[in-house]
């Protein structure tokens, strides 16, 4: 049996509250080739929650500037392009053409501190490039 991986991608407390952040990352597929998997990371309170960074309606990012991807109420997860909105906390598509669809969830866990996404396997970079110590 497997162990499930975890990936820590930051801090905490590297997210602010209320807050939606963006990271681009290398995932393996079952077939071990890397290809690049956006995903965005809100933290609201003590919660965090994590979703492909990829708007069913046409496959664009849901951020029209880097890290931009809150509403102007700050409440909900917008597509830039389109203007449909999510929930934060189900990814559910609640206004605009692609209403009803959902965006794809991915695992998180908080440990130690770190954010970590779980049960994916990711290219890791042995710290060349990161923004550690920043």
């Not at 559910?92 to 049960?119: F, R, W």
Request: proline share 5%; aromatic share 8%.
């Amino acid at each position: 049996m497997e162990a499930i991986s975890a990936y820590a991608i930051c801090r905490f407390s590297d997210i602010p509250s209320q807050r939606a952040i963006g990271f681009h990352l290398m995932i393996l597929d079952e077939d071990g080739t890397p290809r690049p998997w956006p995903i965005v990371v809100i933290r609201w309170g003590k919660q965090v929650f994590g979703y492909v960074n990829r708007c069913p309606h046409n496959g664009v990012n849901l951020d029209w500037e880097r890290n931009q991807f809150l509403d102007t109420n700050g409440t909900r997860l917008m597509c830039g392009k389109h203007g449909s909105t999510f929930e934060l906390g189900t990814g559910a598509c609640v206004d605009g053409p692609c209403k009803g669809q959902t965006l794809t969830p991915i695992a998180l866990a908080v440990l130690d501190g770190d954010i970590c996404v779980t049960g994916m396997r990711l290219v890791e970079d042995d710290g060349v490039g990161g923004d550690e110590g920043a």
